[in-house]
């Protein structure tokens, strides 16, 4: 092909071309054993049984589209989070509504700020819109809100903040994120994606629920993936101010969200008991992991959410605890892409498979005895 060739094809705009594409956990391993996933910080309990029996039953109408406003499901999650169900849009995933929102108020040249090691998808989403990513450093991989602020221009239309935060696990508690959004211009966009909400137990956390109610520049987005168990359906939702909710149903797909997916999430979000279950399994795995694991040696960064962020003492060593693990079926998250070379991502699993990764972390430290 020559240059004459290229240039008379389509060109997508060159933000899109400066996209790296999302690299999503590895899921499988060279070995002959069984395999445990712990790398996409999936549901260690899987979905409620109510969940699947409502999936299941969606096998006899597949040939009729959906429900095109997710009404039921809407007005659920409503009633559960005590909040308007005018107010709440659902999205194939919470990734579906991050692009939605930053297709609906970015223009070309317009900036969005995210952290340093904060999801991916953010810096993708700004791109695909014609924006440009601006990254705010972090405090001891903590999001930090004068950081943040300091990286806001008079092109600044939007600031991502996951909280808590993925890969990292920590956090930022509601005073600081109520300064954030008190001291944002009002016309900048404060996302917090709180994907991970429901296994924070501090007193001093709040999902954003409080913020969108109070203010016209804040969104929440959750998703259906982790604590519900329900990633394979891709499913989430956003509560956002009446001006923002518009906005988005405008650029939103008539019939994005299948039948399937909507009853499963609909029955997922009436059985709290499962959700309690849950909940209750991750707060004493990911203490018991925490401890055991720094026995070893090893340094695990504090984790409010459903997995762990493991240190080892450079890149070569991560790397080859990840090809160890791997070859005894563990499979962990490397996330050289998040700018930690050095660390291990590490879902709380069911308890078999906690107990064999630290078994197995532990031989790797007899074996590369850490100086």
């Known amino acids: 092909m ?30 002959k054993g069984k395999i445990y996933k712990l790398s996409s910080n999936e549901s260690a309990l899987g979905p409620s049984p109510r969940a699947v029996e409502a999936y299941l039953s969606a096998a006899d109408s597949l040939s009729i589209y959906p429900d095109g406003s997710v009404r039921a499901l809407r007005e659920a999650i409503a009633k559960r989070h005590s909040v308007g169900a005018a107010q709440v849009t659902c999205g194939a995933g919470s990734d579906e509504l991050i692009f939605l929102l930053a297709y609906a108020f970015l223009n070309p040249g317009d900036e969005g700020i995210f952290t340093k090691h904060g999801f991916s998808i953010y810096r993708i989403a700004i791109l695909a819109a014609g924006g440009t990513p601006v990254v705010a450093d972090e405090a001891d991989l903590t999001a930090d809100v004068d950081a943040i602020l300091a990286k806001v221009t008079p092109r600044t239309k939007i600031v991502f903040l ?43 956390y709040e999902a954003g629920i409080e913020l969108v109610r109070t203010r016209k520049n804040v969104v929440m987005t959750r998703t259906f993936s982790k604590i519900y168990g329900l990633a394979a359906l891709r499913l989430g939702w956003c509560y956002a101010p009446p001006t923002i909710t518009d906005a988005i149903n405008r ?42 694991i720094v026995k ?43 700018f930690l070379p050095q660390c291990l991502r590490l879902t709380v699993g069911a308890e078999e498979p906690n107990r064999l990764v630290v078994a197995a972390l532990s031989d790797f430290v007899k074996d590369s005895p850490r100086g």
């Open 2 to 31: 020559t240059s004459s060739d290229i240039a008379a094809s389509p060109q997508p705009r060159a933000s899109v071309l400066a996209i790296e594409p999302y690299v999503p956990g590895k899921a499988g391993a060279a070995t």
């Open 162 to 204: 996951a909280n808590p935060n993925n890969p990292t696990g920590t956090y930022l508690p509601a005073q600081e994120i109520e300064r954030l959004a008190d001291t944002l211009p009002p016309h900048v966009l404060l996302i917090l994606d709180a994907a991970y909400a429901e296994f924070v137990t501090r007193n001093d």
């Open 251 to 292: 650029l939103r797909g008539p019939f994005n969200i299948n039948t399937p997916a909507m009853l499963a999430g609909l029955a997922a979000v009436e059985d709290q008991e499962h959700v309690d279950r849950s909940i209750a399994h991750n707060a004493h795995w990911l203490a018991w992991l925490t401890d055991e």
């Open 296 to 338: 070893l040696g090893i340094p695990v960064t504090p984790s409010v959410a459903n997995f762990l962020l493991l240190h080892f003492k450079d890149a070569a060593e991560a790397r080859a605890a990840d090809a160890f693990l791997s070859s005894r079926g563990l499979i962990l998250r490397a996330v050289e892409t998040y």
